[in-house]
């Protein structure tokens, strides 16, 4: 593996000086080849009901292999977080259960990596210390974390900026930051929550790209939410459809493009076909989505 980085010593010498440094460019990757043997997620008839009697997730039922790329896509409001978040650990279902290999999801775990629309690095920490960070607190020692760190630094592209303070890199590079963070302690899944949404188009391009580029080298499975459809077609082995509240599971898209997928995909007849149902899908759940708003006011 090869982290390209050019102009390090420039770069390093405006980070010292406070100033927001430029993205580096990424390393290239190899797609795993050893078959994946954990990373089974069954969520089972799962309800999600908050105070006030308002239902966030409606009988939910979802099997992901081990080692798929999911996108749970759907319009605002919609649930996909809240589901998210079951697999997590951090919301206990109302009705149902989630697994992980074959164990109830009762808590947060080592086992699940999160990564977050805002990066929630801890600033006070250099970037390496807050990758170093999981490591640490699983007791591993920290010779053990700070070398994590580094591999993880070199396989994002931010080998130069181990010694960095999260202040001074830009928005793509927090990201970056937080799923290399993300995946320290060797999760068996990774879920993350709409992490490229505040980031601009160029930037969110790049990321997706350096995001299918780490799951092809850990051969991870991934649950991503978002609202894009261009990003869940770019991205997932199959998208998810959910309903306006409360959040059903509507459809089950399987992507059928090749990989690695490049930028030139988005050409492709099967990328149209499977963006337009898609696009269909989300259409008639938002417009349900404003006519229960208008029906509560």
């Not at 391009?205 to 299918?212: G, I, P």
């Not at 997928?261 to 990328?271: D, F, K, L, M």
């Given at each position: 593996m090869t982290t390209m980085n050019t102009g390090i010593d420039d770069q390093i010498t405006d980070a010292?000086?406070?100033?927001e440094v430029p993205d580096p460019p990424l390393p290239k990757m190899h797609r795993q080849l050893h078959p994946v043997l954990k990373g089974h997620v069954e969520i089972e008839h799962v309800t999600v009901?908050?105070?006030?009697?308002?239902?966030?997730?409606?009988?939910?039922?979802?099997?992901?292999k081990p080692g798929e790329f999911v996108?749970?896509?759907?319009?605002s409001g919609c649930g996909k977080s809240t589901l998210l978040n079951c697999v997590a650990g951090f919301v206990k279902p109302t009705v149902g259960s989630v697994k992980l290999d074959g164990a109830r999801v009762t808590k947060p775990g080592p086992d699940r990596g999160m990564v977050f629309q805002q990066h929630s690095l801890f600033p006070w920490k250099t970037v390496k210390d807050n990758v170093a960070f999981g490591p640490l607190m699983a007791q591993q020692g920290k010779h053990t974390a700070d070398k994590?760190?580094?591999?993880?630094?070199?396989?994002?592209?931010?080998?130069a900026y181990?010694?960095?303070?999260?202040g001074v890199l830009s928005g793509g590079m927090k990201q970056r930051v937080g799923i290399a963070r993300a995946l320290a302690n060797y999760p068996n899944v990774l879920l993350m929550d709409e992490p490229f949404g505040a980031l601009d188009a160029q930037t969110r391009?790049?990321?997706?790209?350096?995001?299918?580029q780490i799951w092809g080298e850990f051969g991870i499975t991934?649950?991503?939410?978002?609202?894009?459809?261009?990003?869940?077609?770019?991205?997932?082995?199959?998208?998810?459809v959910m309903s306006a509240s409360p959040g059903r599971l509507i459809a089950d898209i399987k992507v059928d493009l090749p990989?690695?997928?490049?930028?030139?995909?988005?050409?492709?007849?099967?990328?149209?076909?499977?963006?337009?149902?898609c696009m269909d899908l989300i259409r008639a759940e938002s417009l349900r989505a404003f006519a229960q708003q208008d029906d509560r006011a």
């Open positions: 010292e000086a406070g100033a009901e908050f105070k006030d009697n308002v239902v966030a997730v409606k009988e939910a039922s979802l099997e992901v996108c749970l896509l759907g319009p994590v760190a580094r591999t993880l630094l070199g396989m994002v592209g931010l080998s181990e010694n960095s303070f999260p391009a790049m990321m997706q790209e350096n995001l299918l991934v649950i991503f939410v978002t609202h894009d459809i261009d990003e869940a077609v770019f991205l997932a082995d199959r998208i998810i990989r690695p997928r490049a930028a030139e995909v988005v050409s492709n007849e099967h990328y149209i076909a499977t963006k337009r149902r």
